[in-house]
């Protein structure tokens, strides 16, 4: 286990409140716990200042964006089981890239943008979860309008994990 810091693309408002109850409602049904709505743009070891540095930098140099939903997922990886998946667009992947040029020289984070909205290490759970998950078409798009910056613990394997997230830093896109 070790200390790793994760880059987040954040729903815009009124998207965001709305996601958030939509999660917490999910994850309180299913003993889950409960998360903000993100995609990840990048995951890294733990660092400094020049980490939250190159984020702000980032994000200054990358405005909002829109993705628009594909499908609903079920895995079986704790972190990765009930989510959706976008239309691929270049920005999350342009963030990552920046990210590392800034201050990563030895990344090892693949983007693979998707949204979840339960993780949990108990596939039944996850299926019974899917049910209560809007259909891809009545989502549409979802505009993502600033990172934030979690510290945490890698790999991701249990609610514990997910409570002791810490913010360190939220920043709009386009700033």
Known sequence: MGRELSVWAMLAKPSLGEWRRRIEDIAGAFGAAPFDPHI???????????????????????????????????GVLFNKNLYYEFERHET???LCKRIIELADPEPYYVPNPHMSVLYSGDFQKTLA???????????????FDSLRVIQGTS????????MAWKTLLDVPLGG
């Open 92 to 94: 999350p992947f342009a």
């Open 129 to 143: 979860a899917a049910s209560h998950c809007l259909a891809p078409s009545l989502v549409g798009e979802l505009r």
């Open 40 to 74: 990840t743009v990048y995951c890294g070891k733990q660092g400094d200042d020049v980490t939250l540095d190159a984020v702000r930098r980032a994000a200054a140099e990358h405005a909002p964006f829109t993705l628009r939903v594909t499908q609903l997922v079920h």
């Open 155 to 162: 790999p991701l394997q249990s609610n514990d994990h997910v």
